[in-house]
């Protein structure tokens, strides 16, 4: 039932072997609607799906939001990007973040003690989704890790 002092309530019919249009019918309670969810009560929800999360769009109270959905959107409004770099030869590294935006802060610390931020000779935001670095002299391999976020700005 969706209405009336029954809202919610679910029916069986529980006649055994009766006649149609003859016999009464007769209903027994089955069970209960699940309610809709909400930060009190258990229940069902319906789950946002990723365009609704990352466009703010179809804002209702009654979506969820997925561990996973949400992820997807911080990984690509707020989050960052990291990657060791270091060969012991190559000076220069491109570097692909795929963070669409050029505000951007680049850092660089090294692996190894002392553990250091280390100031490159030079970092190159080529379009919105790439940097290059240039460290002068070479790293050892992996030496140092490269941390792009995004800013706000």
């Known amino acids: 039932m969706e209405e ?7 029916f069986r019919q529980s006649a055994v072997n009766f006649t149609l249009d003859t016999d009464p019918v007769t209903w027994t309670t089955f069970g209960s609607a699940t309610p809709l969810a909400t930060t009190t009560t258990s229940g069902t929800v319906t789950l946002a ?50 963070l669409g935006t050029r505000q951007l802060d680049v850092t660089l610390r090294r692996n190894v003690a002392p553990f250091d931020k280390v100031i490159p000779g030079c970092v190159e935001y080529t379009d919105d989704n790439n940097v290059a670095i240039t460290m002068i002299p070479a790293g050892g391999t992996n030496e140092f890790e490269v941390m792009i976020e995004r800013v706000n700005c």
């Open 4 to 10: 009336g002092t029954d809202a919610g309530l679910t």
């Open 49 to 98: 799906t990723q365009t609704e999360v990352d466009t703010n769009a179809d804002a209702a109270a009654d979506k969820e939001v997925t561990v996973s959905t949400l992820n997807t959107l911080l990984d690509a409004t707020t989050g960052g990007f990291c990657q060791n770099i270091g060969d012991t030869s190559a000076t220069l590294f491109p570097i692909t973040h795929n």
